[in-house]
């Protein structure tokens, strides 16, 4: 799944993302983490924002799409990303259709949690007042006042998004202002509907494909036991045969010796006639005993 998280600041996009991070398997891109690290790793189009962050200005929409291009290209985000940050306005929205096109990747949903921004920045301040009590240290950008203003620059730059998304019926509007768990089931409720499986399903559904297959390769097993037995049962009918053979010779070899013995015993020799006649009575005797065992 290739996911959008549109909100405002306070509106509970990062927790959403990382719950939707473990429960999916897919990752979450942030700008900020992407630019920095794309420093750190020294690649042309991180060393081309370094050069332009170094000399105070803004990093041009092009770089940002370039970071992101080498980004998605990443293996742990083969199975899909969520995109916190980027885009923001919709130059840029066009930016990664056209990117996403040429990688014959397509955007599966852009997910908005809708939050009222009066209920924001009384919770911000019921936090700050909180926190003044405690004797907290208060952040610089976590108070009413610099929320006042992100809220401000989010609504001219970024709300326009929500038009341009809604055209192409990629948007799911959620209201942000639910439970956190409420929320995350009604993303998850969202995801599903558009075709989403989690990594656990993916795996019970081919564990019970290899169920199903076990049966019949059972089956084959049994069929090759069956042919190789039937092979061995023919084997010993064989061998009996050749035994019973064997037995007839060393019985006629056995009818000869004695005739000859008699004969010498008799002062004459036996004839062939008779000697063969006998062994052959000896014979048909020891055939007929073996038969009745």
């Known amino acids: ?112 949690l809708r939050v009222n921004e009066s209920a924001l920045l009384s919770r911000v301040e019921t936090r700050v007042a909180q926190m003044r009590e405690r004797g907290e240290e208060i952040r610089a950008d976590d108070t009413p006042e610099v929320l006042t203003k992100r809220l401000a620059s989010y609504r001219n730059q970024t709300e326009p998004l929500i038009h341009y998304y809604s055209e192409r019926r990629k948007l799911s509007t959620i209201d942000g202002m639910m439970a956190i768990d409420e929320v995350t089931g009604a993303i998850h409720r969202q995801l599903v509907a558009l075709g989403a499986t989690e990594p656990k399903a993916r795996a019970k559904s081919t564990s019970k494909s290899a169920a199903r297959a076990a049966p019949a390769k059972k089956g084959a097993a049994k069929a090759k036991t069956t042919k190789k037995s039937a092979k061995t049962a023919k084997k010993p009918a064989k061998s009996a045969k050749e035994a019973a053979k064997k037995a007839v010779k060393g019985t006629k070899k056995a009818a000869r010796k004695t005739a000859k013995k008699v004969a010498k015993k008799a002062g004459k020799k036996a004839p062939k006639k008779s000697v063969k006649k006998g062994a052959k009575k000896a014979a048909k005797k020891v055939t007929k005993k073996r038969a009745k065992r």
């Open 1 to 112: 799944m290739r996911i959008i998280l549109l909100g405002p600041p306070g509106s509970g996009k990062g927790t959403q993302a990382q719950l939707m991070v473990q429960r999916y398997g897919i990752v979450q891109l942030s700008t900020g983490e992407m630019l920095r690290a794309a420093v750190a790793a020294g690649t042309p189009v991180g060393l081309k924002a370094k050069e332009i962050m170094a000399s105070g200005g803004l990093v041009p929409d092009d770089v940002v799409v370039g970071i992101i291009s080498d980004r998605i290209d990443q293996p742990d985000a083969r199975n899909g990303f969520i995109l916190d940050g980027f885009p923001r306005t919709v130059p840029q929205a066009e930016a990664l259709d056209e990117l996403l096109k040429q990688k014959h990747l397509k955007l599966d949903a852009v997910i908005e």
